[in-house]
């Protein structure tokens, strides 16, 4: 299970978790996340034309990756 939190626009993810974010500008949504440096890999910057594409996409690299939270951040 991964859980979606909503963080404000000064925020910024751990430097020190696993995460992804999704970030909502003008309309467009870009998603990237990281792994704690032992893991490897990271997912995107990818540009979804919507939120959901971009949530399921994310949502889907975070349960492959065991990645437990999504945070989206709308500016």
């Given at each position: ?10 925020v ?7 995460w992804?974010?999704?970030?909502g500008?003008?309309?467009?949504f ?7 440096k032992?893991?490897?890999?990271t ?18 690299w975070?349960l ?12």
């Amino acid at each position: 299970m991964v859980d979606i939190r909503e963080i404000d626009a000064s925020v910024t993810p751990p430097a020190n978790a696993s995460w992804v974010l999704i970030e909502g500008v003008r309309g467009k949504f870009a998603a990237k996340g990281a792994l704690v440096k032992d893991k490897g890999a990271t997912f995107g910057p990818s540009l979804f034309a919507d939120f959901c594409t971009a949530l399921e996409e994310s949502r889907a690299w975070a349960l492959e990756h065991g990645v437990p939270i999504i945070y989206v951040k709308i500016i």
